[in-house]
Every structure is written in C-alpha cells, then in structure tokens.
T-cell receptor, first 116, second 115 residues
Framework: EAEVAQSPRYKITEKSQAVAFWCDPI?????LYWYRQILGQGPELLVQ????????DSQLPKDRFSAERLKGVDSTLKIQPAELGDSAMYLC??????????????FGPGTRLTVT | AQSVTQLDSQVPVFEEAPVELRCNYS??????LFWYVQYPNQGLQLLLK??????LVKGINGFEAEFNKSQTSFHLRKPSVHISDTAEYFC?????????????FGKGTKLSVKP
C-alpha cells in the first residue's frame, strides 16, 4: 500500500537555526498539504500545493517559513530561523483529487520538531 | 468560516464498553465530514467520512458516525471498545466547493480504554 513518506521523523534544533523537512507524497497525487500540529491541538494548514503551484499559503508565517514543490512531486518545508514556538509536529498529506476536493487526504507519519 | 468543536478533550472508558465521541461543526452550507485517528507519534489515519447519502456512516475498526444536519453534529460511536482503540481522535470538516476544500480540524479527543 502506497504511503506518504516524511523525513526526518524527529528533529531537535536550537533556536535561530535553520531546519528543513521533506515529504514525498503518494505517486500520482497532485495535491500536497503541509500541516502544523501543536501539542494538544488539531492540525492546522500551513500551505497547499496543486502540482508545483501554491494554492493557499495564507496561514504560512512567510517571514520565517518557506515551502517548495519544484517538480510537482516531493516537497520541502523550511524554517529559518527557528523559534521556540515552532516546536510541533509537522504533517504532510497528499490527495489524488484536484484542489477544492480534499476528501481523500492521506497523511504521512509526521516530523516532530523540538526547538531548544 | 467553518469551525469544528469536539466537546470532550478526554474520554476514559473501560474495555468492551460503548463509547461516543462528540463533534459539532458550524457551517450550514454543504459540508463534508471526517473522523481521523492518531496513535502516539504517528500521522492521521482516516476512520470514516460523510460526503452525501445515508446519514449513518460505517468506517474501519468497527466505528460508525451519524450525520445530523439539524444539530450540526457528527458524533463517532463504537459499541464495544478495545485496548487498542486508545488514541486521539480528530473530527474534521470541509466545505463543499469552499476555499480550496481545506480540512478544518477540531482540537481532538483522547480516548483512553482501560482494562
């Protein structure tokens, strides 16, 4: 069964350092999502891609976060510089459907980020 | 804007007892509803979804949920829980045809099944 891959699974970094997360969606899935899940909360969307284009990044803190999906396949989420409040689980999900029809989202295992 | 409320942050229950996890959504427009389960340090797994049709939806692991439009609710139920059901459960909603079809999640309910 195809799965969404994410790496690393765990990351510890010091504040003010740069950190990057990688996601490989299920093959053929056009839509890719990055979510942030703070401990004790539900996931919140950071950015959504349709192929290589960003379709929603309204909740992405653009002063320190960036995301790309250059070839419309895998994606990287970067934080520079990291702050203590960025400690969270970062989840990637993909969907086989076009943007606007999200009801088949498949989630990866997540990257647990701890900023010290 | 759509919002999702999970009324209980924690639900303790004994093994083989029935359980109901409550979820209410805000928007009155056409909506898709979902329940996901998350085990510790793992991603989310889809339990079930309501898109249209029958208001009683059956999912994996013996779970089911009922869509109630008049009460804007989508409560999750299981008639007899197992230790292995211990996890966090998230209700989510997506407006049909809404802004990018994004999922809006509730804050989650931690189900703790005791022997």
């Amino acid at each position: 069964e195809a799965e969404v891959a994410q790496s690393p699974r765990y990351k510890i970094t010091e504040k003010s350092q740069a950190v990057a997360f990688w996601c490989d969606p299920i093959s053929g899935h056009a839509t890719l999502y990055w979510y942030r899940q703070i401990l004790g909360q539900g996931p919140e969307l950071l950015v959504q891609f349709q192929d290589e284009s960003v379709v929603d990044d309204s909740q992405l803190p653009k002063d320190r976060f960036s995301a790309e999906r250059l070839k419309g396949v895998d994606s990287t989420l970067k934080i520079q510089p990291a702050e203590l409040g960025d400690s969270a689980m970062y989840l990637c999900a993909s969907s086989p459907l076009a943007s606007g029809r999200s009801y088949e989202q498949y989630f990866g295992p997540g990257t647990r980020l701890t900023v010290t | 804007a759509q919002s999702v409320t999970q009324l209980d942050s924690q639900v303790p229950v004994f093994e083989e007892a029935p359980v109901e996890l409550r979820c209410n959504y805000s928007s009155s427009v056409s909506v898709y509803l979902f329940w996901y389960v998350q085990y510790p340090n793992q991603g989310l797994q889809l339990l079930l979804k309501y898109l249209s049709g029958s208001t009683l939806v059956k999912g994996i692991n013996g779970f089911e949920a009922e869509f109630n439009k008049s009460q804007t609710s989508f409560h999750l139920r299981k008639p007899s829980v197992h230790i292995s059901d211990t996890a966090e459960y998230f209700c989510a909603a997506s407006n049909y045809g809404g802004s990018q079809g994004n999922l809006i999640f509730g804050k989650g309910t931690k189900l703790s099944v005791k022997p």
